[in-house]
């Protein structure tokens, strides 16, 4: 029971962190591989907030999602959009940008075990048998709001429908009046906010290290390749198998074994539906 | 001329024009036009060993033509064989665990556990990269990037070749010159030979691969296999740098497996001149020297290659090698639109 009730929670987790990074690529095509970057910058964004300049929780919070989500428009307007369309490109700017974030975190000293940002709700509680701590709890609801609150918006409003038309054909769309750079942009925005609201609500479980950056943007990463990049109930999928598979590898072997899980994962993904689970697009362009 | 309505013409050099054929050789000066840059670049790095007369930059140059190499391998899988590999470091890590176990083990000589870690090295790890090769762009970059993070915890947790500690006790080379010397060489002939080759048929058909692979196999020619060879190419050289670290420091520990040596060679390859070979030489003459310099900054550094990096992927994309390259070959002057 235990092991079904945590496995549910690090595939709400995995989802979280992966969803902003599927949002991005099924709109605009782009790998943000600084996705993991944007991640660890909300953690010592809310960190600083709260202890250095003393703003209080909600504000810390709601200050450092617009941060990352402007930072996340600037990186498009000013990298992204001159190199799109090549993607050896794109993908070196992109990660090249993801190391400079987090590597100039490090370099700032941020290292060590003072970093923690506060978790919404102390104390625990039993499900089922199980000790669950709240934190763990709204995780979930924060990932099934966060999955929800997409659905809506791109099936129900304006600005949604046309980031799922682009993501459709961009030619057609533009045809349509849709300014395809300015919803990439939001697009970008977006999925930098998604970034920020998993690292709001995940990193309260642990201590804020820049590693975390490089293992988010790994497991996001997989979870999009093993879904099909750019499917979002592909991610879903994907998210649970990952998530069941770690931790039945922790519970069986050891934590170490986690990246191997997930490589194999990956390897097998490329060998038996190299576009994915659910994944349509280009599926024979990918397969060659 | 007002800004808007003039643009750059730009004229091939009659000297350029003549030298293309077999004329080359009927007047010196195309001779000369022809071998000038070459010879500058020969002659220059191997006279370089004898100029520096300090240790630090001795060695320093050694790495130059490490971070060199690796960027060749680079700038060769991604503008040659089109697949974009983030993880150069994998390579570094698996050569030089080769080489260092097979030394430690077999007791063998310098230059057999270097050939040999050069080339089962590259066996070892296009092996375990074929999974990946059907994959193209993206797909293939993230796999690429989490071979190196994956394999230092593989070596952790199993405790295997030495664990944390590395493997120690490897057989260094006798002199510094035979340091400088042997990676120099292998710069120059790999430079060439990569030159060479991707002009040949086997180049052609990379080329087109990259382009579009779909009427190469409409072609009937297997893409995969000639993907696994260019692979098999670009790890080698990954790999040789490895054993050639292992022996140059004495010692094969998991910072093999760094992150210097994935972004670094990227750096160089975007600086030098993406697509061009020897842009990939020239850029880590300039990166690794400035690299040194700024090793006071400690992870600092890794942040502005990075800053350089997506400065002249935005700003410069043709990097410098392909700039110096028009001024030599093309003038050019303003002409009204």
């Given at each position: 029971m235990g092991i079904l009730i945590y496995s549910v929670v690090v595939s709400i987790t995995l989802l979280l962190t992966a969803i902003g990074f599927a949002l991005v690529y099924g709109v605009?095509?782009?790998?943000?591989?600084?996705h993991g970057g944007l991640y660890i910058l909300t953690g010592y964004l809310v960190w600083g907030f709260l202890n250095k300049l003393g703003v209080n929780y909600i504000g810390a919070t709601i200050l450092s999602l617009i941060i990352v989500a402007v930072v996340g428009a600037t990186i498009y307007q000013f990298v992204l959009k001159r190199v799109r369309g090549m993607p050896e490109s794109e993908i070196i700017a992109s990660f090249s940008l993801a190391l400079g974030i987090m590597e100039g975190l490090r370099s700032l000293g941020l290292?060590?075990?003072a970093y923690t940002i506060p978790v919404f709700v102390r104390g625990t509680v039993v499900v089922a048998g199980v000790p669950v701590d709240w934190q763990r709890l709204i995780i979930i609801g924060v990932g099934l709001g966060v999955v929800a609150f997409l659905w809506v918006f791109t099936h129900y409003t304006k600005p949604g429908l046309a980031l799922r038309a682009m993501a459709q054909d961009e030619r057609a769309a533009m045809m349509l009046g849709i300014d395809s750079d300015l919803m990439a942009v939001v697009c970008l925005a977006l999925g930098s906010a998604l970034a920020a609201v998993a690292a709001i609500t995940i990193l309260p479980l642990g201590n804020i290290t820049v590693e975390t950056g490089y293992n988010v943007l790994i497991y996001a990463v997989a979870v999009c390749v093993i879904g099909g990049l750019g499917s979002w109930p592909g991610a879903v999928v994907a998210a649970f198998i990952l998530g069941f598979a770690q931790i039945l590898t922790t519970a069986?072997?050891?934590?170490?074994?986690h990246m191997v899980v997930v490589l194999l994962a990956i390897l097998l993904t490329f060998i038996v539906k190299p576009s994915g689970l659910l994944g349509r697009q280009k599926q024979l362009e990918e397969r060659v | 001329m007002p800004q808007e309505d003039r643009r750059k013409k730009r004229l091939d050099r009659g000297v350029k024009v003549r030298t293309e054929?077999?004329?080359?050789?009927?007047?010196p000066r195309d001779i000369a036009y022809l071998l000038i840059p070459r010879l500058v670049l020969i002659l220059g790095l191997l006279i370089l060993p004898l100029l520096l007369q300090n240790i630090y930059w001795q060695k320093v140059l050694c790495i130059i033509c490490v971070f060199g190499l690796l960027s060749l391998s680079f700038n060769f899988l991604t503008h040659f064989v089109g697949i974009v590999n983030l993880g150069n470091a994998f390579f570094v890590g698996v050569g030089g665990y080769t080489s260092a176990v097979l030394q430690s083990s077999f007791k063998l000589s310098p230059v057999l556990s270097i050939i040999a870690g050069t080339f089962g090295g590259a066996l070892i790890s296009t092996t375990l990269l074929l999974p990946c090769l059907p994959a193209r762009g993206i797909y293939f970059a993230i796999a690429s990037l989490m071979y190196p993070l994956l394999f230092p915890r593989i070596i952790e947790a199993l405790n295997i070749f030495g664990g944390t500690d590395g493997v120690i006790g490897i057989t260094t080379f006798p002199n510094i010159w035979v340091d400088q010397y042997l990676v120099i060489i292998v710069l120059l002939v790999t430079l060439f030979a990569l030159r060479r080759l991707v002009n040949e048929d086997f180049g052609l058909i990379l080329r087109g691969i990259k382009d579009n692979d779909q009427a190469i196999r409409a072609s009937g020619i297997g893409v995969t296999w000639y993907k696994t060879q260019g692979l098999f190419i670009a790890s080698a050289i990954g790999c040789f740098t490895g054993a050639y670290l292992v022996h140059l420091y004495g010692w094969a520990g998991i910072?093999?497996?760094?992150?210097d040596f994935s972004i670094f060679p990227i750096a160089v390859s975007v600086v030098g001149g993406?697509?061009?070979?020897v842009g990939s030489v020239v850029g880590s003459l300039i990166l690794v020297p400035m690299s040194e310099t700024l090793r006071a900054f400690g992870t600092l550094r890794i942040m502005i290659y990075c800053l350089i990096l997506v400065g002249f992927i935005t700003l410069k994309p043709e990097g410098l090698m392909r700039y110096f390259t028009r001024k030599y070959e093309q003038f050019e002057h303003w002409t009204r639109v």
């Amino acid at each position: 029971m235990g092991i079904l009730i945590y496995s549910v929670v690090v595939s709400i987790t995995l989802l979280l962190t992966a969803i902003g990074f599927a949002l991005v690529y099924g709109v605009s095509r782009l790998a943000n591989f600084a996705h993991g970057g944007l991640y660890i910058l909300t953690g010592y964004l809310v960190w600083g907030f709260l202890n250095k300049l003393g703003v209080n929780y909600i504000g810390a919070t709601i200050l450092s999602l617009i941060i990352v989500a402007v930072v996340g428009a600037t990186i498009y307007q000013f990298v992204l959009k001159r190199v799109r369309g090549m993607p050896e490109s794109e993908i070196i700017a992109s990660f090249s940008l993801a190391l400079g974030i987090m590597e100039g975190l490090r370099s700032l000293g941020l290292v060590g075990f003072a970093y923690t940002i506060p978790v919404f709700v102390r104390g625990t509680v039993v499900v089922a048998g199980v000790p669950v701590d709240w934190q763990r709890l709204i995780i979930i609801g924060v990932g099934l709001g966060v999955v929800a609150f997409l659905w809506v918006f791109t099936h129900y409003t304006k600005p949604g429908l046309a980031l799922r038309a682009m993501a459709q054909d961009e030619r057609a769309a533009m045809m349509l009046g849709i300014d395809s750079d300015l919803m990439a942009v939001v697009c970008l925005a977006l999925g930098s906010a998604l970034a920020a609201v998993a690292a709001i609500t995940i990193l309260p479980l642990g201590n804020i290290t820049v590693e975390t950056g490089y293992n988010v943007l790994i497991y996001a990463v997989a979870v999009c390749v093993i879904g099909g990049l750019g499917s979002w109930p592909g991610a879903v999928v994907a998210a649970f198998i990952l998530g069941f598979a770690q931790i039945l590898t922790t519970a069986y072997l050891s934590p170490q074994w986690h990246m191997v899980v997930v490589l194999l994962a990956i390897l097998l993904t490329f060998i038996v539906k190299p576009s994915g689970l659910l994944g349509r697009q280009k599926q024979l362009e990918e397969r060659v | 001329m007002p800004q808007e309505d003039r643009r750059k013409k730009r004229l091939d050099r009659g000297v350029k024009v003549r030298t293309e054929g077999i004329y080359a050789i009927s007047a010196p000066r195309d001779i000369a036009y022809l071998l000038i840059p070459r010879l500058v670049l020969i002659l220059g790095l191997l006279i370089l060993p004898l100029l520096l007369q300090n240790i630090y930059w001795q060695k320093v140059l050694c790495i130059i033509c490490v971070f060199g190499l690796l960027s060749l391998s680079f700038n060769f899988l991604t503008h040659f064989v089109g697949i974009v590999n983030l993880g150069n470091a994998f390579f570094v890590g698996v050569g030089g665990y080769t080489s260092a176990v097979l030394q430690s083990s077999f007791k063998l000589s310098p230059v057999l556990s270097i050939i040999a870690g050069t080339f089962g090295g590259a066996l070892i790890s296009t092996t375990l990269l074929l999974p990946c090769l059907p994959a193209r762009g993206i797909y293939f970059a993230i796999a690429s990037l989490m071979y190196p993070l994956l394999f230092p915890r593989i070596i952790e947790a199993l405790n295997i070749f030495g664990g944390t500690d590395g493997v120690i006790g490897i057989t260094t080379f006798p002199n510094i010159w035979v340091d400088q010397y042997l990676v120099i060489i292998v710069l120059l002939v790999t430079l060439f030979a990569l030159r060479r080759l991707v002009n040949e048929d086997f180049g052609l058909i990379l080329r087109g691969i990259k382009d579009n692979d779909q009427a190469i196999r409409a072609s009937g020619i297997g893409v995969t296999w000639y993907k696994t060879q260019g692979l098999f190419i670009a790890s080698a050289i990954g790999c040789f740098t490895g054993a050639y670290l292992v022996h140059l420091y004495g010692w094969a520990g998991i910072s093999l497996f760094g992150l210097d040596f994935s972004i670094f060679p990227i750096a160089v390859s975007v600086v030098g001149g993406s697509g061009a070979l020897v842009g990939s030489v020239v850029g880590s003459l300039i990166l690794v020297p400035m690299s040194e310099t700024l090793r006071a900054f400690g992870t600092l550094r890794i942040m502005i290659y990075c800053l350089i990096l997506v400065g002249f992927i935005t700003l410069k994309p043709e990097g410098l090698m392909r700039y110096f390259t028009r001024k030599y070959e093309q003038f050019e002057h303003w002409t009204r639109v």
